[in-house]
């Protein structure tokens, strides 16, 4: 019925045009140009970016609003009538949205009222780029146009895209190939000899070697961030991926391992200049026995009652760093300065090409860990009690020890993360340990893939890397983060790179079957 | 003939509710025992005392002469006390041959730091575990299911997984909670001769609660029956069939068959959980 296709344009029309419209009051359409921009090589980061850009910006909204449309109401028979009615309602009733919220605050520039009290981001010169340059009705009608034509058409697009046997089939074709290569014997014999294992791994061993030397001081920092994200990533995946017991304020792992660290090796305020290694065996100490302290008294509890308890746990280590009580043992707000870069036979490599490759080791030794922990005894063990802590005692689990060892072992890792940021910043205080880095931690986790441990490398790269990369998405980051969750946990929530388990009879017996002749 | 585990005055009381009540049970070594008793009468809570689940208020329960009440589960386990469950659970989100993995666990030693620096031990045991769970899935017939994910079982291979699990470390006793539950005939009849041979190939002492009496009066060699947490009966199958005290009292004095009132219960029950 034409009438659904319809009903199905109109309501997702209303969805694209609050999006838009909000889009529009907190200032996003000037960075989403300013994002066009970028991808077309033009920087454009401190004024406000061509309306070519924007334009592209909106032609892609409203294609998107098009797509939708003509992908919900897909029912048979598929014409493409159907298609450019969702698609051009969609795009219609998105645009009429968005030129009355940009017809109002254009009339509102127009009489020098400034809306800037209430809402800060809607500055004249956004409005102005809203309405495309115009008067507010003539801006408004060409809003409503673009939109209208960008959805109608993209949805046209895709129903031609979906129908024509050519195009699919092309398509198809090329994948298939591709795939055939792929699983075919002599890529198969390829890549399964041993000399392409060593291969790929002298390849990746070359490339770790290589890029910290070109990238220079900016992205070995930026790189050097999501290395400590990856470090604590993996730790946080071992007590919450594996073993299931949410940790929330982890961060206060993160802090006992930097200002074990600091104040071992800073001048003041106790002048221990201790040995860099030592002092970073000692901080990642502090900070499992951190996690040992910690879980005694509450793991043989069952529930959320470590989500609660550690985030307690945060909020008072960071205050009592914070507080004029501790000032003469931690340095106070002030916090810890001075402290050591890493030293090796006596030389000190303090350079930011070095310390990329002490962070690279450290990534390496403890994803290693991980792995080898991942498939063991102990790891199944863990998961097992994430799954049915009752069962899993009752299988001979002592479910209290082992979710002990995965907190304290988390805790290190934290700890770890803690030594290496403190000492490539020669600085670390209270701020540094603000809640924020727990919950970064756990939606890098969460987006990555709870329990996987590339997952956690693509989250940590996503979360850490990209917003670096996207500078000018800097303001909107906390919004972001909070409408990936709730996508992640309705499309995928599992993550973008699922735990799958291993294939155990199978391989038994294929290698059982080799080893005859 | 040796006492593979006792229970002597067990009582277990949840607030005024007296769920077991000083129960005596005696299980030899080598036998196949059974509880039976309408719902509520407090088989199951019986098994989580034994288990260790629940520390009884008072009583104590000896396994080959060794008091456990009062241990924790895992330490229960250990010794060599294996259970299923009423309703299965599994380690769902594992593979079958995981789920068995994982239930070797007592028999092995090796630890993280093991587990780390991958030593002889990690490795020569993880070997032997696959090769064990392997050996174990072709034991209850799920030869070739082993990588898929228990959750994904059909319910007859999710029951034999389980009684797989439990038999990976190797126990001396087992404690089948409802091993036919939810089965038909021709399955029940299976399982029924599974949990046998059990017994006599494997040697262990076998502990069960059935509400299918066929089952029951066929495989037990001693019967206990308690009502409302406390044993009325006790004796060979063909005992407990002509005992006027349970036929009375708990099973009514009007039903002639044992059998039928039992399956009509069993349907209600059935019903009402639909």
């Known amino acids: 019925m034409r009438s659904s296709a319809l009903d199905k344009g109109l309501r997702t029309g209303v969805i694209f045009g609050i999006v838009i419209a909000i889009m529009f009051l907190i200032g996003f359409t000037v960075t989403g140009a300013g994002l066009v921009g970028k991808l077309f090589g033009v920087s454009s980061s401190y004024n406000t970016p061509p309306l070519t850009f924007f334009v592209i910006f909106m032609v892609l909204m409203g294609a998107w609003a098009g797509i939708t449309a003509a992908a919900r109401s897909l029912t048979e028979p598929d014409t493409l009538k159907r298609a450019l009615t969702a698609g051009a309602s969609a795009g219609a009733v998105s645009g009429l949205i968005s030129a009355v ?104 061993a070359a490339l770790l070697i290589i890029l910290p030397r070109t990238w220079g001081g900016y992205w070995n920092y930026v790189f050097g961030t999501v290395g400590i994200y990856i470090i604590l990533g993996l730790g946080l995946n071992i007590i ?223 979360l850490k890397g990209l917003p670096e990369i996207l500078r000018e998405t800097e303001n909107y980051r906390l919004l972001i983060f909070g409408v990936l969750l709730i996508v992640m946990m309705r499309l995928r929530p599992e993550g973008f790179l699922p735990a799958k388990r291993p294939v155990l009879e199978k391989s038994a017996q294929t290698s059982s079957k080799e080893a005859q002749p | 003939m040796t006492t593979c585990i006792e229970t002597k005055q067990v009582s277990k009381i949840f607030g005024g509710l007296t769920a077991v009540n000083t129960v005596d049970v005696v299980v030899p070594e080598h036998a196949i025992a059974s509880i039976i008793g309408p719902n509520g009468a407090g088989k199951t809570t019986l098994f989580n005392c034994i288990s260790g689940y629940y520390v009884p208020e008072q009583g104590q329960i000896e396994f080959f002469g060794n008091a456990i009440q009062g241990q924790p589960t895992y330490k229960v386990a250990d010794m060599g006390i294996a259970r299923t469950y009423q309703n299965i659970r599994l380690f769902g989100d594992m593979t079958a041959i995981e789920n068995v993995i994982v239930g070797q666990y007592p028999r092995f030693k090796a630890n993280w730091v093991d587990a780390i620096l991958s030593t002889r031990r990690e490795r020569d045991e993880a070997k032997q575990a696959i090769e064990e769970a392997r050996r174990l899935l072709k034991f209850v017939g799920l030869e070739g299911l082993g990588d898929t994910l228990a959750r994904n079982l059909p319910y007859g291979a999710q029951r034999r997984l389980e009684i797989a699990r439990a038999l990976a470390s190797k ?73 006027q005290r349970v036929i009375e009292a708990y099973l009514g004095p009007d039903v002639t068959s044992l059998t039928k009132k039992y399956q009509l219960r069993k349907k209600q029950r059935h019903d009402a959980t639909r």
């Open chain 1, 240 to 462: 919450t991926g594996w073993a299931g017991q949410l940790v929330i304020g982890y961060v206060a792992f993160f802090a006992v391992g930097a200002y074990t660290f600091a104040l071992l090796t800073a001048p003041e305020p106790h002048n221990l200049t201790m040995n860099f290694w030592l002092a970073l065996g000692l901080g990642v100490l502090a900070a499992g026995i951190s996690g040992l302290l910690i879980g005694l008294p509450i793991l043989n509890l069952r529930g959320d009652y470590l989500a609660i308890v550690t985030l307690g746990f945060a909020e008072i280590v960071r205050i009592l760093l914070k507080s004029d009580l501790m000032t003469e043992y931690t340095a106070g707000p002030r916090g810890v300065r001075d402290i050591a870069g890493p030293t090796l036979f006596g030389r000190s490599f303090v350079s930011d090409v070095d310390f990329m490759y002490l962070i690279i080791i450290a990534v390496l030794v403890v994803t290693f860990i991980a792995y080898r922990l991942q498939n063991s005894r102990t790891g199944k063990a863990w998961y097992a009690i994430n799954l049915d802590e009752t069962v899993a005692r009752a299988t001979g689990i002592n479910a209290f020890a082992s979710k002990l060892l995965a907190l304290s072992l988390s805790a290190a890792m934290a700890g770890l993360a803690g030594v290496l940021f403190a000492s490539r910043n020669q600085f670390t205080g209270p701020d540094d340990h603000a809640l924020m880095v727990s919950i970064n931690v756990i939606c890098l986790v969460i987006v990555g893939g709870i329990g996987n441990i590339p997952g956690v490398f693509l989250g940590a790269f996503a």
């Open chain 2, 171 to 243: 126990p001396r006793l087992l404690l089948l909670d409802e091993p036919t539950a939810g089965m038909n005939p021709q399955e029940t009849d299976t399982m029924t001769h599974f949990i046998r041979n059990l017994r006599d190939e494997l040697g262990i002492t076998i502990l069960l609660i059935e509400h299918d009496m066929r089952v029951v009066m066929g495989i037990s060699d001693q019967i206990s029956v308690l009502d409302y947490g406390t044993k009325i009966a006790e004796g060979k199958p063909k005992e407990i069939q002509s005992n």
């Open chain 1, 101 to 204: 919220v940009g017809f109002i605050f254009g009339t509102l520039n127009a009489n020098a009222i400034d809306p800037r009290t209430y809402l800060p981001m809607v500055s004249p010169e956004s409005t102005k780029l809203f309405l495309m340059n115009q008067s507010p009705l003539t801006g408004s009608l060409m809003l409503l146009g673009v939109l209208t034509v960008s959805g109608a058409a993209a949805a046209g697009l895709s129903f031609y895209l979906r129908t024509h046997d050519g195009v699919k089939s092309g398509a198809r074709n090329i994948t298939e190939s591709v795939r055939k290569t792929i699983r075919s014997e002599g890529v198969a014999r390829v890549t399964n000899s041993p000399y392409a294992r060593y291969g790929f791994w002298l390849l990746v």
